[in-house]
């Protein structure tokens, strides 16, 4: 097998495992919100602050899981972004198929990028869950009438907490990796 070959089947590897990779995400940025927002939709009226407790709970341990497997993939992903990258610069005479572009503006203001993407998403589900929990801690504690709403700001402040942790947890390296010399993903 010539240097070329090997490349070409480096290659084909490496973006097959990349759109994998983008497809698991994909899925899971689909499902995540959805599910949280039935669920979260449909028991917040009628049930006990326990109910709501033990449902946030298991919603918030379940997303949060979810959360770590998408953050590990996204660093596979990055690195396998970046391995397609270095191999379509040698094999294409044009260099890669995806280069460094414009980077649009959500509402013209905030850089969008993948990392807020992710983060938008998850931050909204767990927030949801923990606006569930607080609200079942709070009412199962007696609190009472304001129970709901002071569960609904610590949810919001929550979901604004995770959205900045995912974006500062998948920043790329200050560096790019030492033998590829490449940019990362965002």
């Known amino acids: 097998m010539d240097d070329v070959e090997r490349l070409r089947l480096e290659y084909d ?4 495992l990349l759109a994998a990779l983008t497809d698991i995400r994909f899925k899971l940025l689909a499902l995540v919100p959805s599910l949280t927002g039935a669920v979260v939709a449909l028991v917040s009226s009628g049930r006990s602050g326990v109910e709501l407790l033990a449902i946030g709970g298991l919603g918030l341990a379940a997303t949060s899981g979810v959360l770590a497997y998408e953050l590990r993939n996204g660093e596979l ?3 396998a972004a970046v391995r397609v990258i270095l191999l379509e610069a040698q094999l ?6 995806v280069g460094v572009g414009r980077r649009p ?13 992710v983060g938008l998403v998850y931050g909204a589900a767990l927030g949801g869950w923990v606006y569930l929990v607080a609200w079942g801690t709070l009412a199962a504690a007696g609190v009472g009438e304001h129970s709901r709403g002071i569960g609904l700001a610590i949810g919001a402040v929550a979901a604004l907490a995770i959205v900045r942790e ?5 920043r790329p390296d ?7 010399g490449a940019a990362t993903s965002r």
């Open 13 to 16: 590897y490496a973006s097959r």
């Open 77 to 79: 992903r990055r690195r």
């Open 92 to 97: 294409f005479p044009n260099g890669p198929l």
């Open 105 to 117: 503006r959500l509402f013209g203001v905030i850089p969008a990028s993948h990392r807020l993407g």
């Open 166 to 170: 995912v974006v500062v947890v998948q």
């Open 174 to 180: 200050e560096k790019p990796a030492a033998s590829t």
